[in-house]
């Protein structure tokens, strides 16, 4: 079975602190990587695609490794507004419609504090 | 905006009873998906579809069928609903390519079934 694994947390940091998620896939083949957010009660959002060559958008930067298959996020100058919890998304990697599916990890809950 | 719609929004109903939720989208997308959410499973895919009346199942698509007779609406139907599939449902669209397959997702379906 595919899957995507991420420490759930929480992390509870305060305002300011820098932060990272790290997650791993088990599937070598997948070509399409995600975070997504999702706050409580709502639905998943996408934050940023990740590029193997590494990706910042703002205080977010994400980064794939694809030899170990593991992806991270890392949060700078966390917020208030960035409490929510974190999916490491990849695609189901089959060259065909199947592929198109994504995988989702469980998430990572982050809380930031003032 | 992704011009995602989700009806009903909150259905409380009773085992045995068929369900249908609606999923409509204004963008024109080809692929559309179905999503559960439920504690300590994170998201998975229940169908999908790449077109008008092409669909495929998904990781848990046992006690679900799907329709998409055009290609702004995917219903997805419990025929005889039960306990277990008591959740959140989550419909998304995207351009389905295999790479960079951004999803993107409706305001979710509460269904509690008693």
């Known amino acids: 079975r595919k899957e995507v694994e991420q420490d759930p947390g929480p992390f509870n940091v305060p305002e300011g602190a820098t932060v990272a998620f790290n997650c791993t896939y088990s599937?070598?083949?997948?070509?399409?990587f995600f975070w997504y957010r999702q706050d409580c009660r709502k639905e998943p959002k996408l934050l940023m695609s990740?590029?193997?060559s590494g990706n910042e958008d703002g205080r977010f930067t994400a980064q794939l490794n694809r030899a170990s298959q593991y992806i991270s996020l890392l949060i700078r100058d966390s917020k208030l507004s960035d409490s929510a919890t974190y999916l490491c998304?990849?695609?189901?990697?089959?060259?065909?419609?199947?592929?198109?599916?994504?995988?989702f990890g469980k998430g990572t809950t982050l809380s930031v504090s003032s | 905006d992704a011009g995602i719609t989700q009806s009903p929004r909150h259905k409380v109903t009773e085992t045995g009873t068929p369900v249908t939720l609606r999923c409509h989208q204004t963008e024109n997308h080809r692929y559309m998906y179905w999503y559960r959410q439920d504690p300590g499973h994170g998201l998975r895919l229940i169908h999908y579809s790449y077109g008008v009346k092409d669909t495929d199942k998904g990781e848990v698509s046992d006690g679900y069928s799907v329709s998409r007779s055009k290609t702004e609406d995917f219903l997805l139907t419990l025929e005889s609903a039960t306990s277990s599939q008591t959740s959140v449902y989550f419909c998304a669209i995207s351009e389905g390519t295999t790479s960079y397959n951004e999803q993107f997702f409706g305001p979710g379906t509460r269904l509690t079934v008693l």
């Open positions: 998304v990849v695609n189901g990697g089959e060259g065909n419609q199947a592929g198109t599916a994504l995988i």
């Open positions: 599937n070598s083949a997948s070509q399409s």
């Open positions: 990740v590029y193997s």
